[in-house]
């Protein structure tokens, strides 16, 4: 399967996405890995990410075409407009790499750099699970009361990504003005 030209690939269980990730980047090859469940997903300076079954967990691989100084920027915007094409308004950035609702977590963020790749490690609580929300998140179904296939939260992603990605490029200031507007102050 490919979404917007890029290879993608699913696991029903990895260690971390990254990781494997980091394994396209020997290759010299973007793509996205995807899988089901992670046993040791993480976020910044190593915290742990829950990562049971009913999430979207994927690391996309990138050359280092996009504005790689403002990718942490493109991510966030893109995961808000991806919480609004499925109708969740409302969504926050926690600087620098949680989105929230409601003051509960919904996405995660982690960026890594390795040799000429960029590692967009990403979270998305998708399915109404017990364990996410013992933990203090939420989840899309949760926030909508209906069911939501991770594919095409995926799917969106990737093309909403494309799409300010090349917004960016144009200009610069409008996005980071509106991506100052959705930071919580």
Known sequence: MKIEGYPVYIYEEVTSTMDIAKNLVKENREGIV??????????????KWLSP????YFSM????????????EVVSLSLIELMKSFGIENCKIKFPNDIIIERKKICGILIEKSDDFYILG????????KEIEEAGYVSME?????????EE?????????VYICKKFERNI???LRIWSENIIK
């Open 34 to 47: 995807v899988a089901k469940r992670q046993t040791e997903g993480r976020g910044r300076y190593g915290r």
């Open 153 to 161: 939260v995926l799917r969106n992603f990737v093309k909403i990504f």
């Open 61 to 72: 691989v990138l050359k280092k075409k996009y504005i790689t100084d403002y990718l942490n």
């Open 142 to 150: 949760g926030l909508l009361n209906r069911k939501i296939e991770i």
């Open 53 to 56: 079954f009913g999430g979207l």
């Open 122 to 129: 990403i979270g998305i609580n998708v399915k109404k699970n």
């Open 173 to 175: 200031e409008e996005l």
